[in-house]
């Protein structure tokens, strides 16, 4: 899937993927696709709460060499 900007955010730990996928979904139009790559599986639970509060949703999320994949469309 296509995605209009990425952040990696491995080895970070709540709350500081929030804080930076909040950042970089300032900078962005609603429609697109942020890809977030994250290590700390409680990060997961807490971009997916995110999502939800900012009208956001997930597009996919797969796991890569103990790294979660996200794709995250700004609502």
Aim: hydrophobic share 35%; net charge neutral; charged share 25%.
């Amino acid at each position: 899937m296509e995605y209009d900007t990425e952040i990696d955010l491995s080895g970070l730990n709540c709350p500081l993927p929030i804080l930076k996928t909040k950042a970089t979904l300032a900078t962005m139009k609603p429609g697109e696709m942020l890809k977030i790559i994250v290590t700390n599986s409680d990060s997961v639970r807490e971009l997916r709460i995110y999502a939800k509060q900012t009208g956001s949703t997930f597009q996919e999320i797969s796991e890569k060499n103990d790294a979660h994949v996200i794709l995250f469309k700004k609502g």
